[in-house]
């Protein structure tokens, strides 16, 4: 997520290893957690859904299968402005490496088909039955 302001919020990327990596930013402005998903086969199409709530923290599901999950994420509230999000890159990368991130800007190549956002934590169903078209 970024805003017009320039400053990027890498959610969803890969870390230096390669790994698929969620994580989200603290109040403090320092990543308040980062969690590697298992090894993805290179050319395969791979479902991937991440969720928030304050209850739960953050999830990632693999193919609709539950991979990881931490409790301790923040407590996100409304910046009041437009915020853009952007898929598959950061639009200024270098602002989007500051800090604590494991992210690595540029380092997904590949397609992204059927992008959703909803307004709510999905179920683990839910996750499941997205991943099965």
């Not at 693999?62 to 853009?84: E, K």
């Not at 709510?120 to 099965?132: K, V």
């Amino acid at each position: 997520v970024s805003s017009s302001n320039g400053w990027c919020v890498p959610m969803i990327g890969f870390n230096a290893l390669g790994h698929l990596t969620i994580q989200t930013l603290g109040t403090n402005g320092i990543y308040a957690t980062s969690l590697t998903s298992p090894t993805l086969q290179l050319n395969q199409w791979t479902h991937v859904s991440m969720t928030y709530s304050t209850a739960n923290g953050i999830q990632l599901f693999v193919n609709g299968s539950f991979a990881i999950r931490n409790n301790t994420s923040p407590n996100y509230l409304a910046s009041g402005q437009m915020n853009i999000i952007t898929v598959g890159t950061c639009l200024q990368p270098n602002t989007c490496a500051a800090g604590q991130t494991q992210i690595v800007p540029s380092q997904f190549r590949g397609k992204i088909d059927e992008l959703k956002i909803c307004s709510r934590e999905l179920a683990i169903s839910e996750a499941g039955q997205l991943a099965q078209g």
